[in-house]
């Protein structure tokens, strides 16, 4: 079984960065795709960054040139690099893990950013 831990997420000031990390442990497999997403309040989850087994990066349009996500293959970390940060950019931050071809989709536990004066 895959399990996700994420971390990194706090109070940050307008136009200011953070960095999310997402450990995964378990068998990931060999395709499979690592994903953020987010869930602000009153709103549904929604879709910010991917990143495939094979390097294929994806990124929502209001994210795209401000994120970034990055793996370190050794110790099974995704990252989540955020910069210019919007307060539209508050939420709680979810890592996800998915493999189409073992019908498997795990999330993590979630960390919230706050963008805030």
């Known amino acids: 079984q895959v399990q996700l831990v994420e971390s990194g997420g706090g109070l940050v000031q307008p136009g200011g960065s953070l960095r999310l990390s997402c450990a995964a442990s378990?068998?990931?497999?060999?395709?499979?795709?690592m994903g953020w997403y987010r869930q602000a309040p009153g709103k549904q989850r929604e879709f910010v960054a991917s990143l495939t087994s094979v390097g294929r990066k994806n990124y929502a349009d209001s994210v795209a040139g401000r994120f970034t996500i990055s793996r370190d293959n050794v110790e099974n970390t995704v990252y989540l690099q955020l910069n210019s940060l919007k307060s539209e950019d508050t939420a709680v931050y979810y890592c996800?893990?998915?493999?189409?071809?073992?019908?498997?989709?795990?999330w993590g536990q979630g960390t919230l950013v706050t963008v805030s004066s």
């Open positions: 378990g068998r990931l497999g060999n395709l499979y795709t």
């Open positions: 996800n893990y998915r493999a189409v071809a073992r019908n498997l989709e795990v």
